[in-house]
């Protein structure tokens, strides 16, 4: 199962002409302004008429989130928005 990214990484281009993330210490993003990194990317892209390497589940999605493979490598996934899990209230009785 797929994990949150805990670092920083910055925006590159590979070989293919495409736009990844990478780890970097000194990066300007991470999994907290991950919108504004995806945002980022789709800007780059476009001036630099280079594809944006995002990931896409098939029952689709528009929430970017930095997320980290297998070998812990961030990645940037396009889900659908969660929801809050609802929190049931526990009431406690004392009975001795």
């Given at each position: ?87 049931a209230k526990v009431t406690v009785t004392k009975?001795?």
């Open positions: 199962m797929a994990k949150i990214y805990q670092g920083k990484v910055s925006v590159f281009s590979n070989s293919n002409k495409q736009l990844v993330v990478k780890a970097d210490d000194a990066g300007k993003f991470d999994s907290n302004n991950t919108a504004e990194l995806y945002t980022t990317m789709c800007e780059l892209g476009k001036k630099h008429k280079m594809e944006v390497r995002v990931y896409k589940p098939e029952q689709g999605g528009d929430t970017p989130v930095l997320m980290a493979d297998r070998w812990g490598k961030p990645y940037i996934a396009l889900l659908p928005e969660r929801k809050a899990p609802s929190i009975l001795a």
